[in-house]
């Protein structure tokens, strides 16, 4: 499933058009009530947010004693290679 949304966030991305990323989303958020934001905002908050949880995992395994821990930065996973 995870991949699968990937895939549709990624097709979503390189297809949108200016005014699909401008497109302002009203939600309810349970600590600041109804919100409004651009759809552009929404994604650079959820592709940055995720950095934040990587540098929590890190930190867990270093804290358990994990001597190897593998590349977290986001362009470990977009394929680059050496």
């Given at each position: 499933m995870y991949q699968k949304q990937s895939e549709a966030m990624q097709e979503f991305v390189a297809t949108a058009s200016e005014a699909k990323l401008a497109h302002t989303v009203e939600y309810n958020?349970?600590?600041?009530?109804?919100?409004?934001?651009?759809?552009?905002?929404?994604?650079?908050?959820?592709?940055?947010?995720?950095?934040?949880?990587?540098?929590?995992?890190v930190t867990m395994l270093r804290q358990q004693g994990?001597?190897?821990?593998?590349?977290?930065?986001?362009?470990?996973?977009?394929?680059?290679?050496k």
């Open positions: 958020s349970p600590a600041k009530g109804i919100c409004k934001t651009p759809v552009a905002d929404i994604l650079v908050m959820a592709f940055t947010h995720s950095a934040y949880h990587r540098g929590q995992l994990v001597p190897k821990i593998p590349g977290t930065d986001f362009i470990e996973y977009t394929g680059w290679k």
